[in-house]
């Protein structure tokens, strides 16, 4: 039998909706744990917390399940635990990313994970034709063999390890810890680096553009 769905929590009103000074919103969380980092970005109305020992907490808007927690609501005001379907309390992360509608969650083990929105391919799963999920789903980044020990044509190719992760409205960055840049989402105005808009005619008047579904290796090294 399918596990019901899980409900989203019951509005929550404000006592006080303007915070005049800096105030914890994490309460007991962070009392014996410290938050190391902070994702938030000027397109998205939701952010996501990762503690000393690799818990990731996320609040804010989920009207396409950029949470990950398997529901959509307009809010969720305070912080939760976000964790992997079917691996919960076993994969602790370093690095998150968040844009308007999509949120990319970097695993201790080098794997990224998404959830959200994904009209452009901005989850960078591998499927274009899924416009939204609402669980975290593994990142399909070219040349990452999930589980493999070594021993292919190009080392880097094959053990690519994700160690940061960089999101806006419509598009993805991962970088490996090689130094290796990786994108996926819109093409529009040269977005993922790669030399092209991706402009092409649908009709008379209409253009399309060649959007990516995949995180794909670019030719620029970071340090």
């Known amino acids: 039998a399918r596990p019901p769905t899980p409900k989203p929590p019951a509005t929550h009103e404000f006592e006080c909706p303007t915070l005049l000074f800096p105030q914890s919103i994490f309460g ?24 000393t020992d690799g818990m990731a907490f996320g609040w804010g808007r989920n009207e396409t399940g950029q949470l990950g927690l398997g529901y959509t609501s307009a809010v969720v005001p305070l912080p939760t635990q976000l964790s992997i379907p079917g691996e919960e309390g076993e994969i602790t992360f370093v690095a998150a990313g968040v844009g308007k509608y999509h949120t ?16 452009c391919g901005q989850l960078g799963i591998n499927n274009g034709g899924v416009k939204q999920i609402e669980k975290f789903r593994k990142c399909a980044v070219m040349g990452q063999v999930v589980g493999d020990t ?40 040269g977005l993922l680096g790669n030399g ?10 209409r253009l399309g553009y060649a959007n990516c579904a995949k995180f794909t290796r670019r030719s620029i090294f970071v340090q």
């Open 196 to 205: 092209e808009t991706g402009e092409y005619i649908i009709t008379a008047g």
């Open 28 to 51: 007991s969380i962070t009392t014996t744990t410290k938050i190391a980092h902070i994702a938030t970005s000027p397109t998205s109305c939701h952010s996501v917390a990762i503690t």
């Open 150 to 189: 070594g021993g292919g044509e190009d080392e880097d190719d094959v053990n690519v390890k994700i160690v940061q992760v960089s999101c806006g409205e419509e598009v993805s960055a991962l970088i490996c810890s090689s130094g290796h840049l990786y994108t996926t989402g819109s093409s529009e105005h």
């Open 104 to 119: 990319i969650l970097v695993g201790s083990n080098g794997i990224a994970y998404a959830s959200g929105g994904n009209v």
